[in-house]
Nanobody
Framework: QVQLVESGGGLVQPGGSLRLSCAASGSFFSFYTMGWHRQAPGNQRELVASISSSGSRNYGDAVKGRFTISRDNAKKTVYLQMNSLKPEDTAVYYC????????WGQGTQVTVSS
């Protein structure tokens, strides 16, 4: 069983930056593929970024070159550094952990607005 708690969301102006964190509890964190997904009102949940147990990264097309995912296995934490934020990045951001089972956090709101 894995529990995930996101933090770091908030209100930021266009062009600004935020760093999201996702703290995990449970065992074998380093074996999980960790990901960030987002969901805006009226839209389906979409992949933002993922990082495998070996450190291989994957990004959604909308965030390539602006967002960076990283993980610290000793701290059981995954991060999402978001730069050059745009209004269309506004969404609830969810952390997830996937191996044989999949777990989700409760989400954190990111609002990009002037």
């Amino acid at each position: 069983q894995v529990q995930l708690v996101e933090s770091g969301g908030g209100l930021v102006q266009p062009g600004g930056s935020l760093r999201l964190s996702c703290a995990a509890s449970g065992s074998f964190f380093s074996f999980y593929t960790m990901g960030w997904h987002r969901q805006a009102p009226g839209n389906q949940r979409e992949l933002v970024a993922s990082i495998s147990s070996s450190g291989s990264r994957n990004y959604g097309d909308a965030v390539k070159g602006r967002f960076t995912i990283s993980r610290d296995n000793a701290k059981k934490t995954v991060y999402l550094q978001m730069n050059s934020l745009k209004p269309e990045d506004t969404a609830v951001y969810y952390c997830n952990a996937k191996r044989s089972s999949e777990y989700w956090g409760q989400g954190t709101q990111v609002t990009v607005s002037s």
